[in-house]
């Protein structure tokens, strides 16, 4: 009923996830999306789609991602603990990527932090990112089964990027945008 009187909705909830008239929108992603809103609603993913397309993001541009496996590790936060989530994710793309280019792509990627030094046992780990803003990423291997595969670590606070942040961010855009 909020919108009938032109206000915008950015919903936190899964309510509108599936509406096709409602926009799933990460700013770092899809910014533009936000602008084409009929019902006058803007979607929040879930909070581990979220942290996963940011990473996925900075990949796309170097070869097409053919494939992707994904196993999230979530935050016992009702508890009032551990409120970041981790993922493992397995790509696939469809021309060979390095190690080195990933990571030099992860470098410049917005709303991502590389971490990624396995020598100093230096990568992201869910107990040390709970209320940080970023997705962080690391852990970045080469399939040793297929050439074409990429196994890479993220971990986000689901609360902030996962949710609130990432309803700042879409209401930022809007404001930049004069909306």
Not at 7 to 28: G, H, T, Y
Not at 37 to 57: E, F, H, M, Q, Y
Not at 80 to 87: K, N
Request: proline share 6%.
């Amino acid at each position: 009923t909020i919108t009938k009187y032109g206000a915008v909705m950015i919903d936190n909830s899964s309510a509108f996830r599936m509406d096709e008239e409602v926009p799933l929108v990460v700013p770092e992603v899809n910014p533009e999306d936000a602008l084409d809103r009929p019902r006058g609603i803007i979607a929040n993913p879930n909070c581990t789609t979220i942290l996963l397309v940011v990473a996925l993001k900075a990949i796309e541009p170097l070869s097409h991602i053919t494939r992707a496996r994904v196993s999230t590790y979530q935050a016992a936060s009702g508890a009032g603990a551990l409120r970041a989530h981790s993922e493992s994710i397995w790509i696939e793309t469809e021309r060979p990527l390095s190690v080195e280019e990933v990571r030099e792509a992860f470098s410049r990627a917005e709303g991502l932090v590389l971490q990624d030094n396995p020598a100093e046992q230096d990568y992201p780990m869910p107990l040390f990112l709970s209320g940080k803003d970023p997705v962080y990423v690391g852990r970045i291997r080469k399939d040793l089964a297929d050439e074409k595969g990429l196994t890479f670590w993220l971990v986000g606070d689901q609360i902030k990027k996962g949710a609130a942040l990432n309803a700042v961010q879409i209401a930022e855009y809007l404001c930049k945008k004069g909306l």
